[in-house]
């Protein structure tokens, strides 16, 4: 059952529910915001009838997960049932044991940024780790089975519906400042997932491609591809290399394409995440 279920995992998934509680409780919560999702039904649900966010997380989700079982799998399915009972654990911790008066009710510019970093870094530590804490992936997954909705479509639609629904309670100043902390959660759940392995690519044509290529292993360490060109006027066959680099070493790459040949095509790319040797493989464990 627990077969591939690793510590470290569980100890990410954990970190994520405590930053994601500590930020719901003190400025969502205290400053009278709502949320996306099915967080955000539980914090709707305690300004309509006072029941706790802790409570009302485990009613609506632990259900759908036995339901979304298959959609999940095994390994899915376990991580997402620990964060949601540790999200309400966070949530009940932060609420009754360390709440802290976060006086910034004045402005709700800042509470709306804040708690949108801290809903987004939160889910994005979890979402790395490969959990969950909302039964709104499940519903979108059950929604494209059945009725063939997208699931970007479905969790958009969903979203909309919690943040109308939270009229009821909230004014519309209220709900508007809960759209922005949710569109920058949604933005900082993309860079922690996609940002952190981020890098830049380029492809380079020139006459001189082995000499650059034994330029970037030298000083750079980096590997690169031989591909084979040929140009549209001149329809002279040609070497294209084709280069990875983190971020960080794209000035350096430059440096040397222009010392080995200044007259070199050279296009860069952004490159969302790259995994392999060389960025996410230990060269001092991994098995030759």
Not at 16 to 36: K, P, S
């Amino acid at each position: 059952m627990f077969e591939g279920i690793r510590l470290t995992n569980i100890l990410i998934i954990f970190l994520g529910t405590v930053v994601f509680g500590f930020g719901l409780i003190h400025f969502n919560l205290q400053n009278g915001l709502a949320h996306g999702g099915f967080t955000g039904l539980t914090l709707i649900i305690y300004y309509l009838f006072t029941i706790e966010p802790s409570i009302s997380n485990l009613v609506l989700n632990i259900p759908l997960f036995f339901v979304g079982y298959k959609l999940l799998g095994r390994r899915v399915f376990i991580y997402s049932i620990f964060g949601t009972v540790m999200l309400s654990g966070s949530l009940h911790f932060f609420e009754k044991y360390w709440h802290m008066h976060v006086a910034l009710q004045n402005d709700m510019i800042l509470v709306s940024l804040f708690a949108g970093v801290f809903a987004g870094t939160g889910l994005g530590i979890i979402f790395r780790a490969g959990g969950t804490t909302g039964g709104v992936d499940i519903l979108a997954r059950l929604a494209e089975k059945y009725f063939g909705t997208g699931l970007g479509t479905f969790m958009f639609m969903f979203d909309a519906f919690v943040i109308t629904f939270s009229l009821v309670h909230l004014t519309l100043p209220e709900a508007m400042y809960t759209l922005v902390a949710v569109f920058i959660a949604a933005r900082v759940i993309d860079f922690i997932i996609e940002g952190a392995n981020a890098g830049k690519s380029a492809m380079i044509i020139s006459n001189h491609t082995d000499a650059i290529s034994d330029a970037i292993i030298k000083r750079m360490h980096r590997g690169s591809t031989v591909l084979t060109g040929r140009g549209s006027f001149t329809r002279d066959e040609r070497n294209v290399l084709y280069c990875v680099v983190n971020r960080n070493q794209l000035i350096q790459l430059k440096s040397i394409i222009n010392d080995v040949d200044p007259y070199a095509f050279v296009a860069v790319h952004d490159v969302k995440e790259v995994a392999g040797e060389g960025f996410t493989f230990d060269p001092e464990t991994r098995k030759t």
